[in-house]
């Protein structure tokens, strides 16, 4: 199962908060307990590319630009 690492947790938070949506209303969009989801937003749960781009969605945002890093790799040389 691909997942998305929790050193992006903080940007989630914080798009989160700029977009004012409340946490409920996220950890609903993506399918799970506000719990978990706030789990995942303070780094201590990975989410699923699934859940990454269900939040994207809910975001209205270009999965690219709330996971940045992730699209940002040398595909050369981690291909090696």
């Known amino acids: 199962m691909a997942v998305v690492s929790c050193e992006y947790?903080?940007?989630?938070?914080?798009?989160r908060m700029i977009?004012?949506?409340p946490?409920?209303?996220m950890a609903?969009?993506?399918g799970v307990s506000a719990e978990t989801y706030l789990r995942s937003e303070r780094g201590?749960?990975?989410l699923t590319?699934?859940?990454?781009?269900?939040i994207s969605n809910k975001l209205q945002?270009?999965?690219s630009e709330v996971f940045p890093k992730i699209f940002n790799l040398?595909?050369?040389i981690n291909a090696t």
Do not use: F, G, H, N
């Open 49 to 54: 590319l699934l859940e990454a781009m269900k």
């Open 9 to 15: 947790a903080e940007l989630v938070y914080i798009r």
């Open 28 to 30: 609903s969009s993506i």
């Open 44 to 46: 201590e749960r990975e």
């Open 61 to 63: 945002m270009p999965i």
């Open 19 to 21: 977009k004012k949506l």
């Open 74 to 76: 040398d595909v050369v």
């Open 23 to 25: 946490t409920e209303e």
